[in-house]
């Protein structure tokens, strides 16, 4: 059974059911609806697609919301228990894939309930990566601890002095009861700045650091800066919209916009590049920004020479990677090796998603021909419509929270699936227990 | 000139208590706050322990303890050297290190551990 059919099957199950328990004739909705009570026949038995125009007149007639019979709603739970099942920890449970249309048929109750399990699952191992990444890669949360620890052991090492030690000149009693004070305050400022900082981990997906600020800024709309949190983010904020300002007074929304009505050029941005004669990157980045016909969905990663990220704008169902710790296949990096060329390439997300990318890397000396070469590069992603390519490219978030168990470029193991057991054979070699 | 100890401490409020309880046991302590020159540091004090804080600013003491273990003077790679540090590990810098204090530390270990350092 293909998955382009599964939909159909469950439609015309569901038309069949919604009819039986309204004791009507197959005749008589047939009628009612403009078609041959075979042809009727032959879609209850999912032996012949249905469009949406056909399954509004059924649910119509048949006194039920369009969607109840339509194919996407299907299409939905279908790809919600496939991914389920795709999961690590479904590994060796062998699920009854080819079964799943049925298990919905018949026990859509239980089939609902599988599905809000996972996707809530799936909501508490997002929330745990992001506090995984943040209690160890946090360097605001570490420089705080590094604070309290050493304010810490400060008073600890004074106090002792003051109790233990004896005679102790007045001058220098003056100077540690000064240098007490001095800690506790330190302490007591930091400590609350923790405890502030901890709370902000209960909110999922708040903004940690000035550029998750500016990047939530920029997808709510990027209204005003002024209004953002962090002196930081503040400046980092008016240097991306002088930017992008920048950016639309060369290439214009409405240039933009015309430009990709021709087939080809919307197809090809770097034939739109041509076109329109302009940068590849600037029209990578007006792409993501106004986000005109054929790039609705698209994002837009930016990455310096060392690789870390300087921006992200997401896009529907792609996995935004974190700053400094992203998946090393993402094309993206593939273009840090080959500046001005233009890379494509379909990935796959582990979640089942496709995406094409575009990525392209640019050099610049702004130092003059003495300074640094800099380099910078941008991949534009645009949701794949239909069924994901087989060769698409399987990317993930960050190694650690990766579910992906075989991927060449692992670095460390992941926190999501079970780790394998090293087991010490007789000639001193290891092997895996799994 | 040789002193008894050199701690290189950002922490100044650290570093003056550790110099005062050090100095009571009448031991010399020169004190330098910075990774960026600390060999230099090293070297001119020549000192017969250091004691070496973790996180130090420019140059980390992980960093400073490496760059000492490789010092062509083979008598100042070898000095013994006391991590301070305030995490529960310190990675490939506990190897080179002669004794490793987990901030915050008791006086007392201190002031026993320093003694025996200087034998």
Known sequence: MNERSTPTVLTGTRIRERRLSLSRRQADIARAVGISPAYLNLIEHNRRPVSAD????????????????????????????????????????GPELDQVTELLARFPGW??????????????????????????QDPYLLTTLHEVLSAVTAVRSTAAILVEEGEISPEWRRRFHSNLHEDSQRLSLTAQALV???????????????????????????????????????VM????????????????DQILAEAVTNPEARADPVRLAARLEMPLDLVMRRLADLRPAGFEGAGLLVCDGSGA???????????????????????????????????????????????????????????????PVLTTAQMLFTPIDGPVPSDALAIGPACRICSRAACPARREPSILVPQPVLVERPNGTFDTGL | MQQDILMIEDEVNIA??????????????????????????IRNHRP?????????????????????????????AATPVLMLTARGQVGDAAAQANQILSKPFDNADLRALVRRMLG
């Open chain 2, 16 to 41: 003056e208590a550790v110099r005062f309880i050090l100095s009571r046991e009448g031991w010399q302590v020169a004190l330098h706050a910075d990774g960026a020159g600390a060999i230099e540091a």
């Open chain 2, 48 to 76: 017969r322990v250091l004691i070496l804080d973790l996180m130090l600013p420019n140059r980390s003491g992980a960093e400073v303890l490496a760059d000492l273990r490789a010092d062509p003077d083979a008598n100042l």
């Open chain 1, 54 to 93: 056909l399954v509004a007149r059924l649910a119509e007639e048949l006194d039920v919301p369009a969607e109840e019979l339509a194919e996407g709603r299907e299409e939905v739970r279908i790809a919600a228990l496939r991914e389920a099942a795709a999961h690590p920890v479904a590994t060796g449970l």
């Open chain 1, 237 to 252: 904020a008016r240097q991306l919209e002088s930017g992008l300002n920048a950016d639309r007074d060369i290439l214009p």
């Open chain 1, 196 to 234: 502030a900082y901890l709370d902000s981990f209960e909110a999922e997906g708040s903004a940690a650091t000035p550029q998750e600020e500016v990047e939530a800024w920029l997808a709510a709309g990027a209204s005003d800066a002024a209004e953002l949190a962090s002196d930081a983010a503040r």
């Open chain 1, 309 to 371: 990220l300087t921006l992200r704008r997401a896009a529907p169902g792609f996995p935004l990677p974190r700053p400094g710790d992203s998946c090393p296949l993402l094309p993206l990096y593939q273009a840090l090796a080959v500046p001005q060329v233009a890379l494509v390439r379909d990935v796959v997300t582990p979640d089942g998603r496709g995406f094409r990318t575009l990525s392209h890397a640019t050099r610049s000396q702004p130092g003059g021909v003495t300074g």
């Open chain 1, 111 to 136: 089939g609902q309930l599988l599905i809000a399990h996972a996707r809530r699952a799936g909501g508490l191992e997002r929330q745990l990566v992001d506090l995984s990444d943040r209690m160890t």
